[in-house]
């Protein structure tokens, strides 16, 4: 077993050119090595088959008519036997030291059997003088005569050689046709696999590169996928850029506003007034750039925990829903919160679930005029605010991250809803209602 896994992986070493000529190699060697065998003996079977025939036909004018052919026929040689007299009677053999010759070395044990056993035809061959003769023993209608026929091997050989180098001719050219077009075969999916590595060089190195191949094959699929994969990777590598530009940018103003105040401090100028309010400042930027970087971590924990293989659980979300609204301090006092819940259960995780709706009511209420309402049914969560609608370019762009909303607002909050929707496997979407703007989650099929 060993030795075989040994083969095959020096055998996956080599180049597919090179695979098909071991393969070719191998075909070769067993057309001579089992199917020309068989050939040979199926060969030699027919041409049995074809040498008693001819006896056969050979026999017939004598059997019925009782006619002897004293001028010889080619090949084929006739002797009638008397058995009441255990004497040869007739022959177109000229030479009758050749009729006991024959006797002797040939069919003297089938004759003898023919005789004592009164059986109509025995067919058979056998070695005389270095060469194999075919004969058959026939009964000469009701009478005690039997009729011994024999034909030299010469014309089995000749009509074997002939039909085994036809049968060479034509196998072998067969396999010259079929090992071109299996090369013409190959280099047709290499020139498109070198072409498909070539474009993932480019892509390892960063290059720009075109990738054309018309093929509707197993190689097409593949490089669809590769065409896809660079899109998605060309996506990701620039809203990482953007990302990272924004992040940078986001956390440059409260980094900024604490430096500034605590060296306006530290040389005792209170940009605020008095130092309780300008320290206010400072711990309130302080507050703001640990909010930005426990999101941007948490947001990269969840893209972890997208990669994991967990095993998902399922929870009461209407008491999960009902505890967020009575803690939540985020709403204006005009702002009215109305709740329909039914008692159902949410596939995931709960902490991670009250993440996802804590960011959308705390974004709801920023924009809403006097409603918020959440209604939960199976599968099905749906978060409305009363506030202005969302420009229909930026909806499908919304839960990427820093997405500037409505009112300038950048962030994570959305982007985090997005990934822990879709880690427990839930869609999520933003709608333009009549009036307002609805965020639902729903199960997917």
């Not at 090949?75 to 007739?90: A, K, L, P, R």
């Not at 060309?234 to 530009?245: D, P, R, W, Y």
């Not at 301090?329 to 919160?337: M, Q, R, S, T």
């Amino acid at each position: 077993m060993e030795k075989i896994k040994s083969r095959l992986s020096f055998f996956k070493k080599l180049s597919l050119v090179q695979q098909l000529i071991v393969v070719l190699c191998l075909i070769g060697l067993l057309l001579v090595a089992v199917v020309m065998p068989i050939i040979d003996y199926n060969l030699s079977s027919i041409v049995d088959k074809q040498m008693y025939e001819r006896l056969t036909i050979s026999q017939y004018s004598i059997v019925y008519s009782n006619v002897m052919p004293y001028k010889q026929e080619k090949e084929v040689y006739h002797i009638i036997y008397e058995s009441t007299e255990n004497t040869f009677i007739d022959t177109n053999i000229n030479n009758n030291q050749v009729v006991y010759d024959f006797y002797s070395f040939l069919f003297r044990e089938d004759l003898s059997k023919a005789v004592n056993t009164n059986q109509d035809v025995i067919k058979n061959k056998g070695q005389y003088n270095g060469n194999t003769y075919y004969y058959m023993i026939t009964k000469i209608n009701n009478t005690s005569q039997y009729l011994i026929s024999l034909v030299d091997s010469d014309y089995s050989v000749s009509l074997v050689t002939s039909l085994r180098n036809q049968i060479i001719y034509i196998q072998y050219g067969f396999f010259v046709v079929f090992a071109l077009v299996m090369i013409l075969w190959v280099l047709t999916l290499i020139s498109p696999l070198k072409k498909i590595k070539n474009y993932i060089d480019n892509i390892k190195d960063r290059k720009d590169s075109e990738l054309s191949i018309q093929r509707e094959d197993e190689i097409g699929i593949v490089f669809k996928a590769l065409v896809a994969m660079k899109e998605d990777l060309e996506k990701q590598e620039s809203i990482k850029e953007e990302m990272i530009h924004n992040i940078s940018h986001d956390l440059k103003t409260p980094i900024a506003l604490i430096q500034t105040y605590a060296q306006s401090i530290k040389d005792d100028v209170y940009p605020y007034g008095d130092k309780e309010s300008s320290i206010d400042i400072i711990l309130e930027n302080a507050d703001r750039l640990e909010h930005k970087v426990k999101s941007f971590l948490y947001l990269n924990r969840l893209d972890y925990l997208q990669g994991e293989d967990n095993e998902l659980a399922t929870f009461a979300i209407k008491e999960l829903i009902e505890k967020i609204v009575s803690q939540m301090d985020l709403l204006k006092p005009n702002i009215h919160l109305e709740t329909e819940l039914e008692d159902v259960t949410f596939v995931g995780d709960e902490e991670h679930w009250r993440v996802a709706i804590e960011n959308i009511i705390e974004n709801a209420s920023r924009y809403a005029k006097t409603l918020i309402k959440i209604t939960l049914k199976k599968g099905y969560l749906e978060i409305y605010n009363d506030g202005e609608k969302i420009d229909e370019a930026t909806l499908p762009y919304l839960f990427d991250p820093y997405v500037k909303g409505v009112k300038g607002q950048f962030g994570l909050g959305l982007s985090i809803v997005s990934k822990i929707a879709t880690m427990f496997q839930y869609h999520v979407e933003a709608r333009n209602q009549d009036v307002g703007v609805s965020f639902i989650f729903e199960k997917k099929k």
